[in-house]
């Protein structure tokens, strides 16, 4: 028995991917695998929320061969209550109907339930499995990272580059670099201070604006030459000879005498 929380769709996003592929939006026509009660349920229920496009697809009916489907409601004054409702109809429809609990969901108005009705079910007598919350991909930090590098602006505008310096921010500490964020601390330290002492002896007296961590991200110049000057110095500091000395002899030894 599973339990999912239903977060909701993301308003005119087959409009707008439409419109980013270049193609037209086509209607399948009639649904095949729903009932008949069901999808008026669904058909009424949209009918009273707004929308922009073409309506067709909210006035798609059902198929002569489709499932038939039966709609019940039950009320219930508490929300426990409500829960050993639908305990008692899962278990008539495992028992009576044979339909095995592995093959019946339950889906809640929001994510917050899940965990409150799959209490109620448990107590209920129903097998649950699956009682976490719905995934959402949007709030979880590396997905979300995942979904904004793929919806990174690329225009040249002061916004859109706002937007990249602030992803390559949260780049670097993310599980998808896992940089050290002390080493990345020491290094803007020693740029920042280079630059500070390369602009004192040019005798530039315009203050400079430090380097961030979105500049490492963006423009590797800013401490590829300082990499390669410190691997310079330290390839031309002459290393110390190894000190000799007789190896040191075993303590205990062990053999066979024959």
């Keep these: 028995m599973a339990v999912a929380g239903y977060r909701g769709g993301e308003p005119h996003l087959d409009r707008r991917l439409a419109s980013l592929l270049g193609v037209e939006i086509a209607e399948l026509g009639q649904v095949y695998d729903m009932s008949r009660a069901v999808r008026e349920l669904a058909r009424q229920a949209c009918a009273r929320i ?5 309506p067709a697809r909210r006035e798609a009916g059902v ?3 489709a499932p038939q489907g ?11 209550q409500m829960g050993a409702l639908i305990a008692r109809a899962l278990r008539a429809h495992h028992l009576h109907d044979g339909i095995d609990f592995s093959e019946q969901v339950v889906i809640v108005r929001s994510s ?5 009705t799959s209490r109620y079910l448990a107590r209920g007598g129903v097998s649950v499995a699956g009682g976490s919350r719905a995934f959402d991909f949007a709030t979880q930090p590396t997905t979300r990272l995942l979904l904004d590098l793929v919806t990174t602006p690329m225009g040249q505008s002061d916004t859109e580059a706002a ?3 602030e992803l390559a921010e949260r780049l670097l500490p993310s599980p998808l670099v896992c ?9 803007l330290r020693r740029l920042n201070a280079a630059r500070a002492q390369a602009a004192e002896e040019a005798g530039d007296e315009a203050p400079l604006i430090p380097l961030t961590a979105a500049d490492i991200v963006s423009d590797p110049q800013t401490w590829r030459p300082a990499l390669n000057r410190l691997s310079r110095r330290a390839a031309s500091v ?21």
């Design 179 to 187: 940089a050290d964020a002390l080493a990345v601390h020491r290094l």
């Design 50 to 54: 707004a929308q922009s496009g073409s």
């Design 70 to 80: 039966l709609l019940v409601t039950h009320l219930g004054a508490t929300p426990s």
């Design 238 to 258: 002459p290393r110390p000879p190894p000190c000799s000395r007789a190896p040191s002899r075993p303590r205990y030894a062990c053999g066979s005498w024959g």
């Design 112 to 116: 917050s339930m899940v965990a409150e």
């Design 63 to 65: 198929s002569e061969d």
């Design 163 to 165: 937007a990249r310096r």
